[in-house]
């Protein structure tokens, strides 16, 4: 009854104002009694009937503008919150779809490196300072990680390694914080040398290769793979590619500019290798 009044009560308080005139009218014929004096009253209560009738369609016509306006306004609230939905469905297809394709990439990588056993893990936090280069990930020794491990990319390139463990968690440095050395090979040329991090290209997101033989040949443009010495990163793994080729300020040596293959600042997922053979 309330949810009546309160959506009709425009029309009702109208209606009531007519039923009263109307009432009031029908005491003064029967007061009057005489045929004059209702047609006087017929004749003065006809102006009011048609004001009465106007004002009720007019207030009829809000009404139902105001009414409309609520149902609409209902609608693109529920529209709206549809919308949303679809949008959320369709960020999460998206991630499901990336998801599947790295599975995809990982499964081939995988299928060519049968004696490597893997386990990804999600990139939770990167450091804050200006001084490493490292990030946080979601697992730890009690998955079996330990310090020292490779970590990848699912394509094969490296990121870094594993810097310290802890019971669900690690950290991993990558290959151009200032602390990293990884022994490296020019694929093509065979020239060795030793990815070194450099702290004013690790900045520019960059490493060094350094301790390049005096005969070496490379090139910009070349890519450099990992060597295996020291049996900490498998060999063949893909480090980065040569940016520039320069000579030491001493003359002493060749060394050259890399740029690691593996984007360090857009990782949400990588890959530790957690033991690896000979292939």
């Given at each position: 009854?309330?949810?009546?009044?309160?959506?009709?009560?425009?029309?009702?308080?109208?209606?009531?104002?007519?039923?009263?005139?109307?009432?009031?009218?029908?005491?003064?014929?029967?007061?009057?009694?005489?045929?004059?004096?209702?047609?006087?009253?017929?004749?003065?209560?006809?102006?009011?009937?048609?004001?009465?009738?106007?004002?009720?369609?007019?207030?009829?016509?809000?009404?139902?503008?105001?009414?409309?306006?609520?149902?609409?306004r209902?609608?693109?609230?529920?529209?709206?919150?549809?919308?949303?939905e679809?949008?959320?469905?369709?960020?999460?297809?998206?991630?499901?779809?990336?998801?599947?394709?790295?599975?995809?990439?990982?499964?081939?990588?995988?299928?060519?490196?049968?004696?490597?056993?893997?386990?990804?893990?999600?990139?939770?936090?990167?450091?804050?300072?200006?001084?490493?280069?490292?990030?946080?990930?979601?697992?730890?020794?009690?998955?079996?990680?330990?310090?020292?491990?490779?970590?990848?990319?699912?394509?094969?390139?490296?990121?870094?390694?594993?810097?310290?463990?802890?019971?669900?968690?690690a950290?991993?440095?990558?290959?151009?914080?200032?602390?990293?050395?990884?022994?490296?090979?020019?694929?093509?040329?065979?020239?060795?040398?030793?990815?070194?991090?450099d702290?004013?290209?690790?900045?520019?997101?960059?490493?060094?290769?350094?301790?390049?033989?005096?005969?070496c040949?490379?090139?910009?443009?070349?890519?450099?793979?990992?060597?295996?010495?020291?049996?900490?990163?498998?060999?063949?793994?893909?480090l980065?590619?040569?940016?520039?080729?320069?000579?030491?300020?001493?003359?002493?040596?060749?060394?050259?500019?890399?740029?690691?293959?593996?984007?360090?600042?857009?990782?949400?997922?990588?890959?530790?290798?957690?033991?690896?053979?000979?292939?």
């Open positions: 009854m309330r949810d009546f009044i309160r959506k009709n009560g425009i029309i009702v308080v109208a209606a009531a104002v007519l039923v009263a005139v109307i009432a009031i009218a029908s005491i003064l014929l029967g007061a009057n009694g005489s045929d004059a004096a209702g047609g006087a009253v017929g004749a003065l209560m006809k102006p009011a009937r048609g004001l009465m009738s106007s004002v009720v369609s007019r207030l009829e016509t809000v009404y139902g503008y105001m009414y409309r306006y609520d149902v609409l209902t609608e693109n609230g529920e529209l709206k919150a549809r919308i949303a679809l949008e959320r469905e369709y960020r999460e297809y998206e991630e499901m779809a990336a998801e599947n394709e790295r599975l995809k990439t990982l499964l081939g990588f995988a299928e060519e490196h049968e004696s490597y056993e893997m386990t990804q893990a999600a990139v939770l936090s990167h450091s804050a300072s200006t001084w490493q280069s490292a990030f946080t990930i979601g697992r730890g020794a009690s998955s079996g990680l330990h310090k020292g491990d490779c970590v990848i990319t699912e394509t094969g390139c490296v990121i870094g390694r594993i810097d310290s463990v802890a019971s669900t968690t950290v991993v440095t990558t290959l151009i914080d200032t602390t990293s050395s990884i022994g490296a090979v020019v694929f093509g040329t065979g020239d060795t040398g030793v990815l070194c991090g702290f004013e290209l690790m900045r520019e997101g960059r490493a060094r290769l350094s301790y390049l033989p005096d005969a040949t490379l090139t910009p443009g070349d890519t450099v793979t990992t060597s295996g010495a020291g049996g900490v990163f498998p060999r063949g793994l893909v980065g590619t040569v940016d520039s080729v320069e000579t030491s300020a001493s003359g002493t040596g060749d060394w050259a500019v890399v740029t690691p293959s593996a984007e360090l600042d857009n990782l949400g997922y990588v890959y530790i290798v957690t033991s690896f053979g000979e292939e």
